[in-house]
């Protein structure tokens, strides 16, 4: 064991271990302030399914948020524990039958690129919206939570666009989530500590399920069969090779499993995000080992501090979290628009719908327009047929 270790071991190993933070904690945080997660659970389970996933692939396979579903929570789509569960131990269940089947691929090349842009687009856009509002509720130029620390968070944000040889090193989302719990603690008092207990089950109403499934799962799973078992299947052969790198029923199975299991306790609705995959390996990821550094890190977090990120998140900064979730949907709507190549209008149109109403009822909206071939006389740009990755699952 200790060889295997050291002859993975280096400081790149440790970078890219990073590299899937900045889109893991927004969200996070964010539903579990309002109650929707248990950031505890989330952490322990996210960090025991790394730890296997870095030990059964050898490779920096990240485990992230689905980001349609958080979408919705954040928004009020979804409005009780039970329902984000329900929303994600659906998704879990379709997407792994159907790659079990082999049927995804078909799926894949039948949905129109413009619909999942308007997921894509939607999501980000309902982030970056959701966090604007929080820093514009701010009250004080000074202070914890004040629009003094929002331009501190968002100058710490920027540092890993500059172009310099060590921005990319520089882990922002870390730094902001260490930050937010400093000055939660400054303003709190820890009443009580207790090692967290990630093995409770979440109990489900019938109106759970139907709710996670119509405002969850159904603008969800296409976007999960593109970009986390298409999306990633193709990136790990490309990097690692065709030997090593996934098939799409061990995607697909790995994401019911992550699922089915994790959502059961409480965790978040978690993919395995070709985004993601792309980012640990720009930060130096090169084998199994740095998400196995990550896994141990959210377990260690959430085992001993769980019960204490329950208690400090009542007072963590929307200064900090306003700004990591405006900069995470700008970043996902960018990477939507290179989708929508073609059907302009059919976007448009379907992305104001989801804005207004909500992000699946944009989805239907663009997928009947398309079917009435409502801009048929549009030109359109011939797409290409190879898989284009995206930082979205």
Request: net charge neutral.
């Amino acid at each position: 064991m200790f060889e295997w270790i050291k002859s993975r071991f280096s400081l790149g190993e440790v970078s890219g271990s990073l590299g899937d933070l900045a889109t893991l904690l927004p969200i996070t945080l964010s539903m579990a302030k309002k109650g929707l997660l248990n950031i505890g659970t989330t952490f322990v389970w996210g960090g025991l399914f790394n730890i296997i996933g870095g030990i059964m692939w050898d490779m920096p396979i990240p485990v992230q948020p689905m980001k349609t579903i958080g979408s919705v929570a954040i928004n009020g789509g979804l409005t009780t524990p039970g329902s984000v569960s329900a929303a994600g131990i659906l998704t879990g269940a379709i997407v792994s039958v159907l790659g079990y089947f082999q049927v995804i691929q078909k799926i894949a090349l039948s949905v129109p690129p413009v619909l999942i842009g308007i997921i894509q687009v939607g999501t980000g856009l309902k982030f970056s919206i959701n966090g604007i509002t929080q820093i514009s509720k701010l009250t004080n130029w000074v202070g914890y939570d004040s629009y003094l620390m929002a331009i501190i968070s968002a100058v710490i944000v920027c540092l890993n666009f500059c172009k310099t040889p060590f921005s990319k090193y520089i882990p922002s989302a870390l730094i902001l989530f260490i930050l937010g719990l400093i000055l939660s603690g400054l303003q709190t008092s820890i009443s009580s500590y207790s090692v967290y207990n990630p093995f409770y089950v979440v109990s489900f109403t019938n109106s759970d399920w139907q709710e996670g499934f119509i405002k969850g799962t159904i603008p969800q799973v296409p976007l999960t069969i593109l970009n986390s078992i298409i999306g990633i299947t193709d990136l790990s052969i490309s990097l690692f090779g065709q030997e090593k790198g996934l098939t799409i029923k061990e995607s697909s199975l790995s994401l019911g499993f992550i699922n089915l299991l994790g959502c059961s306790f409480g965790a978040i609705p978690s993919c395995h995000g070709a985004g993601g995959l792309s980012g640990q390996y720009k930060f130096g990821g090169r084998n199994g080992l740095s998400v196995i550094m990550i896994g141990i890190f959210k377990i260690l977090v959430g085992i001993f501090c769980g019960s204490l990120l329950i208690e400090l998140l009542n007072y963590f900064p929307s200064s900090i979290l306003g700004v990591m979730l405006a900069i995470c949907g700008a970043e996902l709507s960018m990477q939507g628009l290179k989708r929508v190549k073609s059907h302009r209008t059919i976007f448009i149109l379907g992305l104001t719908v989801a804005l207004v109403f909500e992000l699946w009822i944009g989805f239907l909206a663009g997928l009947i327009l398309y079917l009435l071939k409502f801009d048929e006389d549009e030109i359109e740009v011939t797409q290409p047929q190879c898989v284009e990755i995206q930082s979205c699952c």
